[in-house]
């Protein structure tokens, strides 16, 4: 290692803290957390043995919690890759530190919510029906395929924009040395190897944008592709992808205040970023509204007696505490909150992102049960109260996150320190040039021989 | 761990990558003869498996592109190191 | 006999002919071993009839209007339930009866999430019966298991034996050799079930008839079972 990067590396030693220096908070976490999902495990079992019946599902509410969380768990997993990528493509400076923690919540909380549908499924033992007798025409189907295919995609986007990272790691001498080692794939951080590293990256991040608006929009698809009152809408696709980068980004932020909390990285994590993102949120709360807005009012407008039935129950009927809530939650907060630059402050982004996180859970749950609670035919029907094994296991989905989260920020940096070094060094020539190109009156070189001939 | 065992566990891991994504590949491929067999929407199966296989196998190329990459581009005395 | 393929199943029901006794439904739940779900769980919505019967009410009490409407499976010619099953445990089959394959539902319950007619049930627990009715179970009719979907089947075990005799007799199936349990035990002949197909069955007529019409039929999803409307 030459001087300078030793210098580096010494100047960004904070952001080696949470590999190298394991507190007691780190294991008692991690022992809560493992409580709470065995607790939602032994309701897993328990259902497994005795079959749904343990949940509060019933006829004709035969979906809940689980289909609820599926989606809002895979909307969560649009934070990361999703504006990760945006953001590369868009070559924003400021997304340095915060692309990395972006990607991992996408791998994580996608690998929790694919197996959601698992958690519903009658006769999980019967999955491999799904591989010999699979039915591509079925949404569940499209979902099977693009979830699969944007969780490989993903940890691919994970991973590359690491390697360096793990170089780096390798080159401390952090151990498992075998683990780094085998990871960092002999980066030497060679121009060449750059080159390659480099290529890839740009090619994954415009493959990976596409593949991330296909999950939600086949998740909608579930709903969509049916009949029923309040689902089949043309809207949703669009809507559930726009209501994921919401609750997604909102998520980011959480983790983003805890992690700068928990290992004082206020030096990376700036006011800035949080406030740039949190424009992004308040961008998305507003989109939010306008499709809610826009779904709503041609229901209303058109005033079918079947819709109709499904509306009233969210705005007047046994739903409507939870729709207004959600209205709140996903609409006046945010816009009340990050409107004024007093209140656009790390307590109230924090605030303004759990809202976001509740009013988004709710929107999946106000999508899911009121339909299947108003059929068409006049049957009696009665309310969903989810029984303890439902609430466990969505205690265990959000904990299977959070150890996940700790036990890679225990392995690999959390936030992307060739990144940092490289902006450090080099992006503020670099935008000034861009910059400069923008202007009038001046050309590139190439331009210029051309503007001479 | 000596490098030569590293260097085995990085292709086996990238060989485990292309079975994962043959075997995707073959999974779909194999449900549009099912739907075809069943006389069950074989034309949107054909659709979604032309988007779909190719996209996998994009996917382990890529991955596969910049080990190749980073070996081949390695300094040459800890390449000799590595080998 | 016909070839498969050239039966097309339905059935007709005559609401002026309907007093909402229940006997159809009875006689559904034994012929095809429906659980019978205990009070707690009946309580939760979680009661299964394959056949069941919609009550409506029209107008001011005391001129009300209740209308029986017996329920089975609409077997749709353009059913939502097949086309989203993810595993083929649901399809029409080539006589236009819309089967359940119990042994291969992964009980995903999306067929019951995409039925308009909310016709499905789903075995939330193991299915259980009195100790003294477990003999008296239907042979011709697997117990399904827990953790998957069901619904009317026309009866098609029913189907099969009349196919077989017919077969053994070397004769055509003939207008009333296949009756599913219903249809059946009817007391005031209420329900007719025949061969759509066929020219000269009652359904056919009676399908044909002026007062006949069928559930949610601006759907598009051509159900098989039609309704003679009420008159005085």
Known sequence: ?453 | MNHKMIKVLQISSLAYIWIFVIAVDVWIFSLLFVAKKLDDAINASVAIGLIAIPLFIAIASILTYVFFGLQKYAKPEEKANVL | MQESGNHRWGMVIDLNKCTGCGECVAACKVENNVAIVGAEESEMDRTMFWMDIITTHEGEYPDTEVTYFPRPCFHCDNPPCTKVCPVRATYRNDEGIVTQIFPQCIGCRYCMAACPYTVKSFNWFAPDWPEEMNSSLNPDVSVRPVGVVEKCTFCIHRLQKAKELARAEDRELREGDYLPACSESCPTDAISFGDLNDPHSEVNKLAKSLRAFRMLEELGTEPKVYYLSKVE
């Open chain 1, 1 to 453: 290692m030459d001087k300078s990067t030793m210098e580096n590396s010494n100047e960004d030693l904070d952001l080696f803290r949470s590999i190298e220096y394991t507190g007691n908070g780190f294991y008692w976490t991690v022992g809560f957390l493992i409580f709470v999902i065995a607790f939602g495990l032994y309701g897993y079992f328990h259902q497994v043995l005795y079959g749904l019946g343990v949940t509060g599902m019933a006829q004709p509410i035969s979906w809940g919690f689980y289909i609820v969380n599926f989606v809002f768990f895979i909307g969560i997993s649009h934070a990361g890759t999703l504006i990760s990528a945006i953001l590369r493509l868009s070559q924003a400076e400021w997304r340095r530190p915060i692309t990395r923690m972006a990607e991992i919540i996408t791998a994580i909380v996608l690998a929790i919510g694919g197996l959601h549908p698992i958690l519903d499924l009658g006769q999980p033992g019967r999955m491999w029906n799904l591989v010999t007798n699979g039915r591509l025409q079925s949404p569940l189907l499209w979902d099977v395929t693009s979830i699969t295919a944007y969780f490989a995609a993903s940890t691919v986007y994970l991973y590359l924009p690491m390697i360096p990272d793990i170089a780096i790691l390798r080159d401390r001498g952090v151990k498992p040395k075998w683990l780094y080692q085998f990871l960092s794939w002999n980066w030497q951080d060679t121009p060449e190897q750059k080159r390659v590293l480099e290529r890839a990256i740009n090619i994954l991040m415009i493959m990976v944008i596409p593949i991330a608006v296909s999950v939600h929009t086949v998740i909608s698809y579930i709903f969509a592709m049916t009949i029923q009152p309040g689902w089949h809408s043309t809207i949703f696709g669009p809507y559930f992808v726009a209501g994921a980068i919401f609750s997604g980004i909102a998520a980011l932020m959480i983790a983003m205040i805890a992690f700068r909390k928990i290992f004082h990285l206020e030096r990376y994590l700036k006011l800035i970023h949080f406030q740039y993102l949190s424009t992004l949120l308040l961008i998305m709360s507003i989109i939010w509204f306008y499709f809610t807005f826009s779904e709503y009012l041609t229901t209303f407008y058109g005033n079918e007696p079947d819709e109709m039935r499904v509306f009233n129950y969210k705005f007047i009927g046994d739903f409507a505490p939870y729709f207004w809530l959600m209205v709140f939650c996903n609409f006046a907060v945010p816009v009340i909150i990050l409107s004024f630059k007093k209140t656009k402050t790390i307590p109230g982004i924090l605030v303004v992102s759990f809202s976001v996180l509740i009013g988004m859970w709710l929107e999946r749950l106000i999508i899911v049960v009121p339909s299947l609670a108003n059929p068409r035919l006049e049957y009696p029907v009665g309310i969903y109260i989810p029984t303890i094994t439902e609430w466990g296991l969505f205690a265990a989905g959000v904990a299977i996150f959070i150890l996940g989260f700790l036990m890679f920020a225990k392995y690999f940096p959390l936030i992307s320190i060739w990144e940092i070094r490289e902006g450090r060094e080099s992006s503020i020539k670099e935008v000034a040039h861009r910059l400069q190109s923008y202007m009038p009156d001046t050309y590139e070189e190439d331009e210029l021989e051309r503007a001479l001939k």
